[in-house]
């Protein structure tokens, strides 16, 4: 992002006049590979704009984290950090190396161990990537990175990876599917390794960026987006933030009103809809506008047998007050 992109930015941000706050999240590609205009944008938004920060969020790799990158969040704190596993040291390895054909899993945990170290009140975020094939790695790197960083401000979660079919209409049968994966987050719940509601809870979302009117996602030419999947895809630009002009009516409102848990019958009339709150609105419009036949269902107290499971715990919860 060049100069005259950043300040378009900073104009962008204040011609929302009526806002007080802005959630604000770094994602790429790698985004301290442009650490740069990272410090520009904190710089300005702090000294130019009417914004206050709240939640700021960074969605990095893990490999560029260092003291020098770091230090500009020690101006501007960060609410969290998400670091990508993609599993355990072997399989990591073999995917994510360096330009240089190098590995990188053990310079990431390093790097975590600066982050906790130098930034307790930052949640840091372990996302381990698995699928079908190495859904055992995310109990082993759990009881690893548990132990290696006990007591510490740290989230250890899976992520279960979409893969489509090669007709890109359905999830691939590599990947975990909906009741297998309402058993395994049951299972690590009850172990604790994560703080997973199994019973419904008072709570608030504002859901995804896709869907909402006031969010942003925002590409280096300043390209504005609705869904982090569509960045670099310029059939999916809905604006500019160098024009007040809407490029793309039609897939705008695709979003924030054809992909709503509403207009979906069986999301409307599921007895469960208030715990899971919807599915995703990018796979919905694949669904609607695409040929698909992804089940999107993500409550976990539909799969075989779980609502029972899900009412005992609670009750054994209750009780043991």
């Not at 548990?146 to 999830?171: C, E, H, M, S």
């Amino acid at each position: 992002m060049g100069q005259t992109m950043v300040e378009n930015v900073i104009n962008f941000i204040n011609s929302h006049t009526d806002s007080q706050k802005m959630d604000l999240n770094w994602y790429g590609g790698e985004p301290l590979m442009a650490i740069h205009v990272i410090e520009q944008l904190l710089d300005k938004i702090a000294a130019e704009t009417h914004i206050k920060l709240g939640r700021h969020n960074l969605i990095t790799n893990g490999y560029y984290i260092n003291e020098k990158t770091m230090g500009i969040f020690r101006k501007y704190p960060l609410t969290t950090v998400q670091i990508t596993l993609d599993g355990k040291r072997e399989r990591h390895d073999s995917i994510r190396k360096t330009k240089n054909d190098l590995p990188t899993f053990d310079r990431i945990l390093q790097n975590a161990d600066y982050i906790l170290e130098e930034f307790p009140l930052t949640q840091l975020h372990i996302r381990v990537n698995i699928e079908r094939s190495n859904a055992a790695d995310y109990y082993e790197l759990a009881a690893q990175l548990n132990d290696r960083w006990k007591g510490k401000n740290v989230v250890i979660y899976p992520g279960f990876l979409r893969i489509d079919n090669d007709t890109q209409t359905a999830y691939s049968c590599s990947c975990l599917d909906k009741n297998d994966i309402a058993e395994m987050m049951f299972d690590v719940s009850s172990k604790g390794l994560i703080d997973f509601p199994l019973y419904p809870q008072q709570c608030f979302s504002k859901t995804c960026a896709a869907n909402r009117v006031n969010a942003y996602i925002v590409g280096p030419e300043g390209e504005i987006y609705k869904c982090w999947n569509d960045v670099g895809d310029p059939k999916k630009v809905v604006g500019t933030i160098q024009s007040s002009k809407i490029i793309n009516k039609a897939l705008l409102m695709k979003y924030i009103v054809g992909s709503k848990w509403y207009n979906d019958a069986s999301c409307r009339d599921c007895f469960f809809l208030p715990i899971c709150g919807g599915t995703c609105s990018w796979y919905a419009l694949r669904n609607k506008y695409a040929n698909g036949r992804y089940n999107l269902c993500t409550c976990v107290q539909k799969a075989p047998g779980m609502l029972d499971k899900c009412l005992e715990k609670y009750y054994d919860a209750i009780t043991l007050k």
